[in-house]
């Protein structure tokens, strides 16, 4: 939510620094959006150039690019520059909420990811001490609040302004600020989520660490309520409070260049539904052993007893991640026998859950930075549960302060709708279900060699079916999905499916789609279908819904619904009843899921390209929700 990039350089380098600064600011974008901008430091004065996001294009960057390139300040002779591209919390979308804010007299610039909550309090301040704010947002406040107290501190020093200002902030942030009279950089956090990575010729600091691998690999984090003061030679990270030094722990970015580009595909979405062969084998190598006979997940391995004698297991998590949990409910509760309840990591924090010792929490989260998701989270450990977390992001909040879990290793996922996480999350679960049903004893020894062959071989079994599933989906999206409403059914296993294919198409293709239990149809949304409502059921053979799923697909052509189904391989009798049919292979009902997702991914893609949308960078979202 919001991204930061910054450079501090003591010698010249390949690029300039507001070239980098765009650069950085470009792959940064996912995070948010609705305007971009950046702040340099000149001879004498700071010069800030900002835009909008117009017509929710989501093209912030690229247009600042084509500004600066025109007012020929690409090159601008400077050491110093930070940048921003925003998702709005405070303010509007415009020009004058776009980032980064100037202070007062122009001797400061700030960019800001987080909310200030006591903005309005430091608002009335500062205007009852002359401070006035141009736009609406409560960065500026805070801005504001540094060049108050560094004049109130005799314009001494920028980094006692800084300190004295952020202490006096509620809420949680990582700012980057720069001001006209010294060579210094300034980021802080109460948060964390900003990162610093060290060069040959000086300093670069980026809200995410992708950024930074252009430059470098080695990096230290500015974690919660911790300041760096970065001049062109040297850092110092210090406490913001006791103003102690703190010794950064440096360490290498795991992430390779071609990671983090498209590498010949139009969209990141594109890239990552057709990456999921690879994804799902990397989320499995090394622990589904089906040789040897064995799951190994070192992550959990020795907290497996607590979760072989839980009571209760707890699923949290928001979107796409949450949707991962219901079908982890299906997979615990078939495989180990114990309860498990999926709850929503925004509405678990206010229930006041009833856990306890003996209770399990896992806690989903591709970025592991999910603003609900991480608040959930520390619920749950006050409550002395055992916290599991399930993220993508190596080291991310919430892998950190759940202190036990398993990596998703599916690699940096860029396009802002989730798809090859779902599928690693998917895996991942079944991973884990399994073999605390083996160790419990709820799984035949058969049965378990069984699945985990079957998991084993998921990847080479999407591999074989993707350019098929594009072909079809693309052909639905053209043909079938004119209308501005969709309904996605399934039951079992495939109702967090359709949950699945409904977000999908909604977010990235602006359709307004609901997942729906195929059986609950009859009690209420049967009242919309018509000639014009397509309706995607997923209907697999193999279970004992599949002649109920018949059922309803009836019922929806008794009322001149349009059915598209996706059907197992060799289901001739379907084809009769449905408008089209995409056939998935015979597998095991709990890895239906896994397979039968990818189509709906790419029909929403296609449908998203189709109308001229960008599907990497869906209006009003943003990638990592830490708000
Ligand atoms: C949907 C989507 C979101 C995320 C949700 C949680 O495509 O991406 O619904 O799944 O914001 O994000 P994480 O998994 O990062 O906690």
Redesign the pocket.
């Known amino acids: 939510m919001c991204s930061i990039f910054g450079i501090i350089i003591k010698q010249k380098t390949e690029t300039t620094p507001i070239e980098s600064t765009l650069t950085a600011l470009k792959m940064l974008e996912y995070r948010g959006y609705d305007s971009a901008g950046i702040a340099s430091k000149g001879d004498k004065a700071l010069q800030i150039w900002k835009t909008q996001n117009k017509d929710n294009k989501a093209e912030g960057v690229d247009m600042l690019r084509k500004q600066m390139t025109e007012m020929g300040v690409i090159s601008f002779p400077t050491q110093i520059v930070i940048g921003h591209t925003r998702w709005a919390t405070h303010g509007e979308i415009s020009q004058k909420n776009a980032h980064p804010h100037s202070s007062q007299d122009g001797n400061f610039a700030i960019v800001h990811n987080g909310i200030i909550e006591n903005y309005i309090e430091l608002k009335e301040f500062l205007r009852s001490k002359g401070y006035y704010s141009v736009s609406d947002t409560d960065t500026e406040v805070l801005v504001n609040l540094i060049e108050y107290r560094w004049n109130e501190t005799g314009r001494i020093s920028f980094e006692v302004a800084v300190r004295q200002a952020v202490s006096e902030i509620e809420g949680a942030f990582a700012i980057a600020v720069i001001t006209s009279s010294e060579d210094k950089m300034i980021v802080a956090s109460r948060s964390g989520g900003l990162f610093v990575g060290i060069t040959a010729y000086g300093f670069v600091i980026a809200s995410d660490q992708s950024a930074l691998v252009a430059h470098t690999k080695d990096c230290f984090e500015v974690e919660s309520d911790c300041l760096v003061v970065l001049t062109p030679e040297k850092y110092e990270k210090r406490t913001i409070v006791s103003n102690q030094e703190v010794v950064p722990d440096i360490k290498k970015i795991e992430l390779e260049i071609s990671q983090i580009q498209k590498n010949g595909y139009e969209y990141f979405m594109q890239k990552e539904i057709f990456e999921q062969p690879k994804t799902l084998t990397d989320a499995l190598r090394g622990r589904v052993r089906p040789f040897e006979g064995i799951i190994k997940l070192r992550g959990i391995e020795e907290h497996l007893r607590r979760i072989v004698q839980a009571k209760k297991i707890t699923i949290i998590?928001?979107?796409?991640?949450w949707h991962a949990g219901l079908v982890g409910e299906y997979l615990f509760e078939q495989f180990t026998r114990i309860p498990v309840e999926v709850e929503y990591a925004s509405e678990f924090v206010h229930r006041n859950p009833i856990l306890g010792e003996k209770d399990i929490v896992i806690a989903?989260?591709?970025?592991?930075?999910?603003a609900d998701?991480l608040e959930a989270l520390a619920l749950a450990k006050k409550s002395r549960a055992t916290v599991i977390g399930l993220c993508n992001v190596v080291s991310s909040k919430i892998a950190r302060m759940a202190g036990v879990g398993v990596y998703l290793h599916v690699g940096p996922e860029i396009s802002?709708?989730?798809t090859k996480?779902f599928t690693g999350q998917v895996a991942v679960l079944t991973a884990i279900a399994l073999l605390v049903g083996r160790q419990k004893g709820t799984i035949t020894e058969s049965d378990y060699m069984r699945h985990i062959t079957e998991l084993a071989e998921l990847p080479s079994v999407v591999e074989k079916y993707l350019p098929y599933f594009d072909i079809v989906a693309k052909e639905i999206a053209y043909e079938q999905l004119h209308s501005d409403h969709a309904l996605y059914l399934g039951r079992g296993y495939n109702f967090p499916v359709a949950l699945e294919g409904a977000?999908?198409l909604k977010?990235i293709s602006y359709i307004h789609a609901e997942g729906y239990p195929a059986a609950e149809m009859k009690h209420g949304p049967i009242a919309l279908i018509d000639e014009k409502m397509p309706v995607i059921v997923i209907a697999p053979q193999g279970d004992e819904t599949y002649k109920k799923i018949i059922g309803n697909i009836q019922e929806i052509r008794a009322r001149s619904g349009r059915v598209i189904a996706i059907a197992t391989e060799g289901d001739t009798e379907i084809v009769s009843l449905v408008e089209k049919v995409i056939y998935i292979p015979r597998a095991s009902e709990h890895l239906i899921p896994i397979i039968a997702v990818v189509p709906l991914q790419l029909i929403a893609y296609h449908n998203a390209v189709m109308k001229g949308l960008n599907p990497d960078k869906p209006r009003h979202l943003a990638k990592?929700?830490t708000v």
């Open positions: 998590g928001c979107g796409t991640s989903i989260s591709q970025s592991g930075e999910t998701t802002v709708a989730s996480a977000l999908k977010e990592s929700v």
